[in-house]
């Protein structure tokens, strides 16, 4: 809403000791400049003076209506660049694929032809090539998923700039954590009055909100760049899924301790994510402070920004983005104690709940407790190995970043840091590819 301000006409008093002259009182809108601010006028339905006003009205209104008639002329030309960025992105790509594929077969047939140099330059400008398809392909609107589409219909969830991205992936880990907390105080509950089986469906309604409501946002986020693995996608639906048969099978003698056992299984997974989100927030903050560094000791821009902090997981699977150094054991040794319940669970159902009641939800949970337990480890495992190569890779092209610029340089060895490196001229990447032997004296 635009605050439309006139000016008011202000006295002075006189400034020697003569009786001063009647000032006009002030206007109980009147800003400090003096101005009057005519939403709130309007809002306390006071009236306003036309003959006060109209001049700065009709002197406005046709700046404003011009500011809005190329808002849509810009916002016409932005929707065909984009359509014939689209339609081109796939020739590119494809015309880039081909040619990195023939200059490696033309490197390895013949490395000392004389045309080597002409080749990697070409392999240097195709580099650049493939990073602005990787931003084109990040910034290009997407169509909304199935789920969306679904439930939503035709809707448009594209965020056009990477702030807004950010915004929204960070206004959805705060979602998670107070949904989170949320169900914890739940479960407490059901701990502390376990007698009222009316509760304890309440709360299986509550997670099933939860795993519809965070499937539908990592649609919006996959539409905007994230990379979400299938499998987390797999596990809101099958948990959701579980959460309705929980909440379909009606309270008997039989099932009161599982019903105990799922509540405080949920509490700990609960504690895990509230702790995962505190180093989401932190990696978040830290990635968007300084630039990501591939592997290779590349700056990873803000698509790479985008993609390393996708948040991985929820209150059953959480997440598996897993933290750095001294905060790792701890994470991993809580996901696998947490994985390891999943199973318990659906051992206790098969053995125990299946051989005292004939319901036809206990076969069916048990299946999915064993599919989610047994999925979430090896997607953690997965995700580990991932995690070392890429550590592994980084740490190597530090080590051989240093080593050039100390041999480029005549330095001794072991005297430079890769701080010193990352801060001269080359940065990480030049020296991990420069050869130190071209120095020319």
């Known amino acids: ?38 939403a709130a006028a309007a809002e306390a339905d006071e009236p306003i003076d036309i003959e006060e006003n109209k001049t700065y009205l009709f002197k406005t209104f046709p700046k404003f209506e011009m500011m809005f008639q190329e808002q849509k002329e810009l916002l016409r030309k932005l929707i065909k660049i984009e359509a014939d960025i689209g339609a081109q992105v796939g020739a590119v790509s494809k015309t880039a694929l081909g040619m990195e594929n023939a200059l490696k077969k033309a490197l390895s047939a013949d490395p000392k032809s004389a045309e080597v140099e002409t080749y990697k330059a070409h392999a240097r400008e195709l580099e650049r090539v493939e990073l602005v398809l990787r931003q084109v392909k990040l910034e290009q609107p997407k169509p909304a998923g199935t789920a969306v ?23 959805y880990e705060h979602f998670k954590l107070k949904y989170t907390i949320f169900i914890m105080g739940g479960a407490a509950l059901l701990l502390i009055f376990p007698q009222y089986p009316v509760l304890y469906q309440a709360y299986q309604f509550l997670l099933m909100g939860y795993y519809l409501i965070v499937a539908l946002r990592e649609e919006v986020l996959m539409t905007n760049g994230s990379r979400i693995r299938l499998w987390w996608r797999t596990h809101h639906y099958l948990a959701f899924i579980q959460s309705g048969l929980l ?77 750095r150094g001294e905060s790792l054991s701890g994470i991993v040794v809580a996901l696998g104690a947490a994985y390891v319940f999943q199973l318990y669970n659906a051992y206790h159902l098969v053995v125990y709940e299946w051989s005292e009641s004939s319901a036809w939800q206990i076969p069916i949970l048990g299946a999915i407790f064993a599919y989610l337990g047994v999925g979430n480890i090896r997607t ?45 001229r080359e940065g990480v990447l030049g020296w991990y590819k420069k050869d130190p032997t071209l120095k020319k004296d």
């Open 1 to 38: 809403d635009h605050h439309h301000t006139v000016n008011t006409p202000i006295t002075h008093t006189r400034q020697d000791n003569s009786t001063p002259h009647p000032t006009t009182p002030p206007h109980p809108h009147a800003t400090m400049g003096g101005n009057v601010d005519l």
């Open 149 to 171: 589409k679904s439930m939503l219909g035709g809707v448009n969830v594209n965020l056009r700039t990477m702030g807004k991205r950010f915004d929204y992936k960070d206004e």
């Open 247 to 323: 909440f379909s099978w009606q309270e008997t003698e039989t099932n009161k301790d599982f019903r105990r056992l799922f509540v405080l299984f949920s509490l700990y997974i609960g504690m895990i994510q509230v702790a995962q989100f505190y180093y989401q927030s932190q990696s978040l903050y830290y990635k968007r402070a300084f630039p990501a560094v591939s592997s290779n000791g590349s700056k990873g821009g803000p698509e790479q920004v985008l993609n390393d902090s996708t948040p991985r997981g929820d209150m059953m699977a959480t997440t598996t983005d897993l933290p």
């Open 380 to 424: 953690t495992i997965v995700v580990l190995g991932r995690k070392y190569r890429e550590y592994r890779n980084k740490w190597q092209s530090h080590r051989q970043a240093i080593a050039n610029y100390e041999k480029f340089h005549h330095l001794p060895r072991g005297s430079v840091s890769i701080a010193q490196v990352s801060e001269s």
